[in-house]
């Protein structure tokens, strides 16, 4: 059984679209994240909830949107896709009180053509 | 702030070569030091850590010792195998609750048959 699930793995689709990127995480941890990650494996944070707050927002244009309906999921919404979003993104989540010790899902390779 | 710096890649070695692969840090006062592994197609999944200076942290032949005195975490095995062919990342979490994970650069590591 996936500890942290993300669907989907691959997602094509053309500039300007809106798209989403689903997170679920079964190890009931309270800290969720999500990160980007270039073609030079370069990894930085987006954002970090807790508990359903949000607690890291880095600087990242507002067409993303994380939305967390429970601390359980993190999704992630893209508006008006530019080529430079193409990247693989990472939800990823810990137990609040050991911050480091991360939990990746397998990624999701969003390509904008 | 807080931050991390790794050697660049890619490392090539030939299989049961001795590896290093350096890291440094810069942070205030007592931050956590992880080693992440990523593996091809797949997310990060934690490989060691040590939590205060002068821990040794160790797993699947690979060990990492903090060093406070030259803010140093570098990570060694010393017989490396084909299959430890992956990207490797050095990550820092720092003391404060409100700190959030930071890693480094990353560093592709092939090992040749």
């Known amino acids: 059984d996936t500890a942290v699930s993300q669907t989907p793995k691959y997602l094509v689709t053309q500039m300007g679209n809106d798209k989403s990127i689903k997170c679920e995480q079964n190890l009931g941890h309270d800290t969720m994240y999500w990160y980007k990650q270039d073609s030079k494996k370069f990894l930085k944070i987006m954002f970090s909830y807790n508990n359903k707050e949000l607690i890291i927002n880095e600087t990242v244009p507002n067409r993303f949107s994380p939305k967390s309906p429970d601390k359980a999921h993190l999704n992630l919404h893209i508006n008006s896709l530019e080529l430079g979003d193409s990247a693989v993104y990472f939800c990823?989540?810990?137990?609040?009180?050991?911050?480091?010790?991360?939990?990746f899902g397998e990624g999701s390779r969003l390509t904008v053509l | 702030g807080n931050s991390v710096t790794q050697m660049e890649g890619p490392v090539t070695l030939s299989e049961e070569a001795f590896l290093t692969i350096n890291c440094t840090y810069t942070a205030t006062g007592y931050p956590s030091l992880f080693w992440y592994v990523q593996y091809p197609g797949e997310g990060l999944q934690l490989l060691l850590k040590a939590t205060k200076a002068d821990d040794k942290g160790s797993n699947k032949g690979f060990e990492a010792t903090y060093r406070k005195e030259t803010t140093s975490f570098h990570l060694e095995k010393g017989s490396v195998q084909v299959s430890d062919s992956a990207v490797y990342f050095c990550?820092?979490?720092?003391?404060?609750?409100?700190?959030?994970?930071?890693f480094g650069s990353g560093t592709r590591l092939s090992i040749r048959p």
């Open positions: 990550a820092l979490s720092g003391w404060s609750s409100a700190s959030k994970i930071i």
């Open positions: 990823a989540s810990s137990q609040d009180e050991k911050r480091g010790e991360l939990f």
